[in-house]
C-alpha cells in the first residue's frame, strides 16, 4: 500500500558554521558590508542631508589581532530591518532600483567567514529603540537554534548607526593583506570615492582612489584615453555597454585590464580577455586599462556579486564585441607599438620636409616636357578633411609640372598615433589651381626603424611621386574611387607590414 508522508528539508541554523570555507575574496567580504552602508545611505540620502547636513557615507574599519570592527553613520535599521539581518536568506520583499543589497546573505556570509562570533548594533534615525544581538557559530552548529536574544534599548531619536563587532577570528591582517585590501576596495568604490559620496577609514586611514595615470602623446600631450559605448544582440535581446580605455604610463600587471562596473559599484576587477588583451606576456596585457559601465538589468551578477552570470555564450558574445569595437582596438594597436619609458620616434619631422623638398623640385623638373594624354577632373575635390586652416604649419612648398599640368604641393608631416593611415592627399583651399596638401604621418610603425637622413629623403620623395600618380591616373580616365582604395589598400599594406623588432 502507497503512503504519502512529509519529510523534514529544513536547513538548521547551524549551517552558518559552513560559510567560513566557502571560497570567497577577502575584499569582496568587506565589500558586503559597505554594501550595506552606502544602500542605506543612498535610499535616505535625501532625509539625512536635508535634516543632518551630511557630508560623504562614512564606515570606519578597526582589525586587529582579537576583533574586526564595522561601524557606520548611515540610516541605521528598524526592527524589521534588524530581524531580517539575524535571519538567514531573508530578503526583503521589494528592493530599490539599481539596489546594491539584494538577497539577504550578504551580512551573514561575510561576518561569519571572518570569525566564529559577531554581534550586530543598530538604531534608525528618528527611531527611540536601539537593537543587539550576539551569534555564536560554535553554539549555532551544536544546537541549530530557531531564536535568538535581541536586546532592545532607549536611544534618542536622532541617533544613527549599525555597528557589527566580529571576534574568534578566522583570519588574520598581514601588511601584505592591508595593502591589497585598500587597494582593491579603492578599485570596487573608486566611483563613490571619487565622486565624495563616500569615505572607507580603514584602521585610522581613508582608503583612496586615484585615476590611473595614463601614458601621453608626445606631440600632443595628450593622454591616450578614448571613451565607447556599444551594443550586441543576444538570443533575441539586446545588450548595451559603456566606458573608456587607456593606456598606463607605466604597464603593471596588477593595475592593468578593465573593471566591469554596475551602478557604480566594481563587479569584476583586472578582466582581460585574450581576444582584447591578448597573451600575458604582450604590451596590451600589461598596459591597457579600463572601465566598463553594465547598468542594464539583463546583466546578472552573482549573490555575493563579484561575477557575472554569463556562462551560457553571453560572455563570449561580450568579449567579441568588445573586440571588434573600433576605439578598443586603435588603443590596443597603439599599446602594441609603444615600447617602454620611450616615446616612439617619428621618421619624418617637419625639419626633415624642408631639407628634402628643393632637391625633389629639382629632380621633377625634367616632367614639364611631357604631354598630357586624356584629362579627366580629378576626385580630389572633396577629400578627407585632415589638415584644417587652423591647424596648418609653416607651408612646405613643391611645384612640378607634369603632363602639362602645374601642381603644388604643401608638405605637411602630421604625427598621429591614432590615425594610423601613412599617406594622404587632400586638396588645398586656396587660389592656386591643382594645390594639394601631401600628409605624411612619420609614427607609421612600418617605417619606425628608417632614422637615416637619406631613408627620410626617400620616404618624402615617395610621398611626392605617389601623389602624382594618384592625381594623373584620375586625369587619364581611373575611376577616383578606385584611385582612392589602391591607396587605402597601400596604406593598409604599410601599416600592417611592421619592420621586425
Known amino acids: 500500500m502507497e503512503r504519502v508522508v512529509k519529510e523534514d528539508v529544513s536547513v538548521g541554523s547551524g549551517i552558518i558554521a559552513t560559510y567560513n570555507r566557502m571560497p570567497q575574496k577577502l575584499e569582496r567580504v568587506f565589500a558586503e558590508f559597505i554594501d550595506n552602508t552606502t544602500q542605506s545611505y543612498e535610499d535616505h540620502r535625501e532625509e539625512l542631508e536635508k535634516i543632518l547636513g551630511m557630508g560623504p557615507c562614512k564606515i ?26 539575524l ?44 537593537y543587539y544581538s550576539i551569534i555564536d557559530i560554535d553554539e549555532w552548529k551544536k544546537d541549530n537554534p530557531t531564536h535568538v536574544d535581541c536586546n532592545i534599548s532607549d536611544v534618542k531619536k536622532n541617533e544613527h548607526f549599525t555597528q557589527i563587532v566580529i571576534k574568534k577570528l578566522n583570519k588574520k591582517l598581514t601588511a601584505a593583506v592591508d595593502n591589497s585590501l585598500r587597494k582593491k576596495l579603492a578599485k570596487i568604490y573608486s566611483n563613490d570615492i571619487t565622486k565624495n559620496r563616500l569615505e572607507i577609514i580603514f584602521n585610522g586611514k581613508p582608503i583612496q582612489s586615484e585615476d590611473p595615470e595614463l601614458r601621453r602623446d608626445v606631440k600632443t600631450d595628450n593622454e591616450y584615453l578614448s571613451y565607447f559605448e556599444d551594443s550586441f544582440e543576444f538570443n533575441g535581446e539586446e545588450f548595451t555597454y559603456s566606458g573608456w580605455i587607456g593606456i598606463l604610463k607605466i604597464g603593471d600587471v596588477d593595475d592593468a585590464g578593465f573593471t566591469l562596473s554596475q551602478y557604480g559599484r566594481g563587479i569584476k576587477l583586472n578582466y582581460r580577455p585574450s581576444l582584447v588583451f591578448g597573451k600575458s606576456n604582450s604590451f596590451p596585457y600589461q598596459r591597457l586599462v ?6 542594464d538589468p539583463k546583466w546578472k551578477i552573482t549573490f555575493n556579486k563579484d561575477e557575472f552570470i554569463w556562462d551560457d555564450g553571453l560572455e563570449k558574445e561580450f568579449i567579441n564585441s568588445l573586440a571588434n569595437n573600433q576605439e578598443i582596438m586603435e588603443m590596443k594597436h597603439i599599446a602594441n607599438i609603444l615600447r617602454k619609458d620611450v616615446s616612439p620616434t617619428p621618421s619624418v619631422e617637419q625639419e626633415d620636409v624642408k631639407k628634402t623638398a628643393p632637391k625633389i623640385e629639382k629632380k621633377y623638373k625634367g616632367l614639364s616636357s611631357v604631354k598630357a594624354t586624356v584629362v579627366k577632373k580629378p576626385s580630389s575635390d572633396k577629400p578627407t578633411v585632415i589638415i584644417k586652416k587652423n591647424e596648418e604649419i609653416e607651408p612646405v612648398i613643391v611645384n612640378i609640372t607634369w603632363e602639362s599640368i602645374d601642381y603644388t604641393f604643401d608638405i605637411q608631416v602630421k604625427n598621429d598615433n591614432k590615425r594610423l593611415d601613412w599617406f594622404n592627399l587632400q586638396r588645398k583651399e586656396c587660389d592656386t589651381e591643382n594645390a594639394y596638401y601631401i600628409i605624411i604621418n612619420g609614427l607609421s610603425p612600418h617605417f619606425s626603424e628608417y632614422q637615416k637622413k637619406e631613408c627620410k629623403d626617400l620616404i618624402i620623395d615617395f610621398a611626392v611621386m605617389l601623389a602624382l600618380t594618384q592625381l594623373s591616373s584620375e586625369r587619364v580616365g581611373v575611376d577616383p574611387e578606385k584611385s582612392s582604395a589602391l591607396i587605402h589598400q597601400l596604406n593598409r599594406i604599410v601599416e600592417n607590414a611592421k619592420n621586425p623588432d
Open 60 to 85: 570606519i574599519i578597526t582589525w586587529n589581532d582579537s576583533e574586526i570592527t564595522i561601524k557606520d553613520e548611515a540610516f541605521g535599521m528598524d526592527h524589521e530591518d534588524f530581524k531580517r539581518a
Open 290 to 295: 579600463g572601465e566598463i559601465q553594465l547598468d
Open 87 to 130: 535571519k538567514l536568506n531573508a530578503p526583503k520583499a521589494k528592493y530599490n532600483k539599481n539596489s546594491r543589497s539584494q538577497h539577504g546573505m550578504g551580512l551573514k556570509i561575510a561576518a561569519a567567514y571572518l570569525g566564529n562570533w559577531y554581534s550586530i548594533d543598530s538604531t534608525q534615525y528618528g527611531n527611540k529603540e536601539k
